[in-house]
Each structure stands twice: as C-alpha cells, then as structure tokens.
C-alpha cells in the first residue's frame, strides 16, 4: 500500500523559511518522479515543483528562485525548502507521486500520479 505523508507546515512570518517533508512508503523515491502541489480555498491545485528520478528539478515561475526540492534516497523522503516566504504562499501543500515525465523541445513536463499526501497547512503572515 502506497503512502505520502507531508509534515512541516505552519504558521511563519513574511521572508521566513520552511521546510516540508514528504515521506514516502510502499513506493521507492528514488524511482520516480515527485511533485509538490499546492491548494487555496476556491482555487485548482497548482503544481509548485517537481524532481525526476534523475534529480532534475522545475519550478513555478511564482517559487523560483525561494523554493528548492530535494530527496534522500536512504530515507525515501522528498524536500520542499520554501525561502523568503510571501503571505501568497499560504496554502495546504501536497505531495504527489509517481508523477510522469514528458520531454518536449528541451523542456520537461510533470503530469500527477495517482497517490497524494494528506496536505499539510503553510501559512505566511504578512
């Protein structure tokens, strides 16, 4: 049975750092694709980044630059270090696997895969 669950959210002030963990059971990390997504009241869930078995990592434009994925294979566990928070960025993170990866004219797209985390609640005040 496969499971993610994200720990790491809370409540942190404009410009602050955070880092969410996403650990990963009856599924190898290190063999997939993974994405981090986020959700707002009303709103769809937006992809925030994605890292492929490869390492390689995407980003949103809106997170680039501030947040970084990352994984340790030994502990089947993907990262999301989010820098210099904005109140903008609250919203329930999720993580997502096993993502799959298309390549296309020198870029690589992140579609979801069918397991999520239970979401864990990011909140920048202002």
């Known amino acids: 049975q496969v499971q993610l669950v994200e720990s790491g959210g809370g409540l942190v002030q404009a410009g602050g750092s955070l880092r969410l963990s996403c650990a990963a059971s009856?599924?190898?990390?290190?063999?997939?694709?993974m994405g981090w997504y986020r959700q707002t009241p009303g709103k769809q869930r937006e992809l925030v980044g994605a890292i492929t078995k490869e390492d390689y990592t995407k980003y949103a434009d809106s997170v680039k630059g501030r947040f970084t994925i990352s994984r340790d294979n030994g502990k089947n566990t993907v990262y999301l270090q989010m820098d210099s928070l904005k109140p903008e960025d609250t919203a329930v993170y999720y993580c997502n696997a096993p993502g799959a990866v298309r390549y296309a004219g020198g870029r690589w797209y992140y579609t979801a895969g069918s397991y999520w985390g239970q979401g864990t609640q990011v909140t920048v005040s202002s």
């Open positions: 009856g599924i190898g990390s290190s063999i997939y694709a």
